[in-house]
């Protein structure tokens, strides 16, 4: 099947530091990959889709220059948190669609933890 | 609107007893149902799906889901558990012009005591 691998698996930055996290598709090429967020206890919620070669589109209330996505090619897309701080600590999962679009492929999610 | 309802937050089974978490959507078009499995700290696993055709379908590690559009559920379901079981179950539905885009429940907990 096909395999997206997201990279770090953990991080812990400093308040007011940049991370990014790196989502691949490995055996498929990917136009379009989602970002999730995930708090402890809660639902994933999703953030942003990621396009390639063109903008990402944010959902409603997600802060758009502080969560920058970029969707370099075909097999990659990645997440920085510009900024950050205690509040961002979270749990980020990229997902990738499959050749026909009708489900999806998850990464192993991101653990950032910002002290 | 479109959205996914898991009301059980929490369930404790006791191990070889049967499972059924609930799940129901609203969602305006044919919708692509699916279940995860999440296990702390973990990423997601896909245990099964449904798209057409039979409304019973079967997944990985024993577990089964029946489709009923009449109640806009998806419960899923397992006859004996086990206690490799105990895990963040999570449903999720999405479409076929919504490109792999999903819209999760809340999900739900499972703890299996011996």
């Known amino acids: 099947g096909a395999v997206v691998s997201q990279h770090p698996s953990r991080v812990i930055c400093k308040s007011g530091t940049s991370v990014k996290i790196e989502c691949r598709s490995l055996d498929f090429q990917a136009t379009t990959m989602f970002w999730y967020r995930q708090f402890p206890k809660q639902s994933l919620m999703l953030m942003a889709t990621s396009n390639e070669g063109s903008k990402a589109t944010y959902e409603q209330g997600v802060e758009k220059d502080k969560f920058l996505i970029n969707h370099a090619s075909l097999t990659l897309s990645t997440l920085t948190v510009t900024s950050a701080h205690p509040e961002d600590s979270s749990f980020y999962i990229c997902s990738a669609p499959g050749t026909l679009a009708t489900e999806a492929f998850f990464g192993q999610g991101t653990r950032l933890t910002v002290v | 609107a479109q959205s996914v309802t898991q009301p059980d937050i929490h369930i404790t089974v006791s191990e070889g007893a049967s499972l059924e978490l609930r799940c129901n959507y609203s969602?305006?078009?044919?919708?692509?149902l699916f279940w995860y499995v999440q296990s702390p700290g973990q990423g997601l696993q896909l245990l099964l799906k449904y798209f057409s055709g039979d409304t019973l379908v079967q997944g990985i590690k024993g577990f089964e889901a029946e489709f009923k559009r009449s109640q806009s559920s998806f419960n899923l379901r397992k006859p004996s558990v086990h206690w490799s079981d105990a895990a963040e179950y999570f449903c999720a539905v999405g479409g076929y012009n919504q490109g792999g885009k999903l819209i999760f429940g809340q999900g739900t907990e499972l703890s299996v005591k011996p």
């Open positions: 969602y305006g078009a044919t919708p692509y």
